[in-house]
């Protein structure tokens, strides 16, 4: 879990995303919904994260963003 996390600090900025030891589990619960991976294959995630990132950085962002907001 939240593997790649250390990778992301400039896409959750992007997003307004604030990550603490509370909600680590929803962002990551979060970012396997929105490339569409299973939870908990961390690889697949980390792989898919990547693949988006370089294609639309702010996309990715925009995505998560709106996901985080709108969670429950």
Sequence with gaps: ?????????????KAGVEVTSENKLQIDKIIHN??????????MTWKEVKKRIAE???G??????EAWS???
């Design 1 to 13: 879990m939240t593997c790649y996390f250390r990778h992301l600090q400039e896409i959750f900025k």
């Design 34 to 43: 929105v490339v569409g991976v299973e939870y908990k294959n961390c690889p």
């Design 56 to 58: 639309d950085e702010d």
């Design 60 to 65: 990715f962002a925009s995505k998560l963003e």
């Design 70 to 72: 709108q969670r429950a």
